[in-house]
Nanobody
Framework: QVHLVESGGGLVQAGASLRLSCAAS????????MGWFRQAPGKEREFVAA????????KYADSVKGRFTISRDNAKNTVFLQMNSLKPEDTDVYYC?????????????????WGQGTQVTVSL
């Protein structure tokens, strides 16, 4: 069982940076591939990035490649999303999620555990 809590969201201007954190409880955090997703009201949940259990492999959505970086610290049971050069279209609620069996999948249906989300708003 993994309980996830996101933090670090906020209101920033276009071009700014934010760093999201996702703290996990449970003793098996390092067994899980971790992902970040985002969702706007009335829209499907969208894949952003994923990182393998040891941080050795990552995957990004095309829309964030070169601007966002996912990382993890298994000693602190935390996964991060560094977001640079933010754009208004990055405005969404951001969720972290974990899956144990499906690797770097971008399909939210394969993630078993989800946080409550943190709002990111980027203004012009």
């Amino acid at each position: 069982q993994v309980h996830l809590v996101e933090s670090g969201g906020g209101l920033v201007q276009a071009g700014a940076s934010l760093r999201l954190s996702c703290a996990a409880s449970g003793r098996t955090f390092s067994d899980y591939t971790m992902g970040w997703f985002r969702q706007a009201p009335g829209k499907e949940r969208e894949f952003v990035a994923a990182i393998s259990w040891n941080g050795g492999s990552t995957k990004y959505a095309d829309s964030v490649k070169g601007r966002f970086t996912i990382s993890r610290d298994n000693a602190k049971n935390t996964v991060f999303l560094q977001m640079n050069s933010l754009k208004p279209e990055d405005t969404d609620v951001y969720y972290c999620a974990g899956n144990r069996a499906y690797g770097l999948t971008d399909n939210p249906r394969f993630y078993n555990y989800w946080g409550q989300g943190t709002q990111v708003t980027v203004s012009l």
